[in-house]
């Protein structure tokens, strides 16, 4: 089972990564936060403070996950391509 599928690119997402560090991931519906924590951590190298989860109402669990202070979220968005 894949635990992150894609990482979200919206105006939302990006103002998000800017102002609070976060970036928003769509993840598998039975992912756990201890997953995706997990996941994203061993994925980029990264330290992961907090994971927020929802599920939208298209179906898709979204994952807000917010970095150490010492781990920009635009540096992972640039390796991802979405700036």
């Not at 690119?9 to 991931?25: C, D, G, R, Y």
């Not at 989860?53 to 968005?77: E, N, Q, S």
């Amino acid at each position: 089972m894949k635990t992150l599928l894609y990482p979200l690119a919206t105006e939302k997402s990006i103002k998000l990564m800017e102002s609070e560090n976060k970036l928003v991931f769509v993840v598998n519906l039975k992912s756990t936060k201890p997953e995706i924590k997990k996941a994203i951590e061993e994925e980029f190298d990264v330290k992961v403070t907090d994971v927020k989860t929802l599920v939208d109402t298209k179906g898709r669990k979204k994952a807000y996950v917010r970095f150490a202070m010492d781990t920009p979220a635009i540096d992972i968005a640039t390796k991802l391509g979405l700036m």
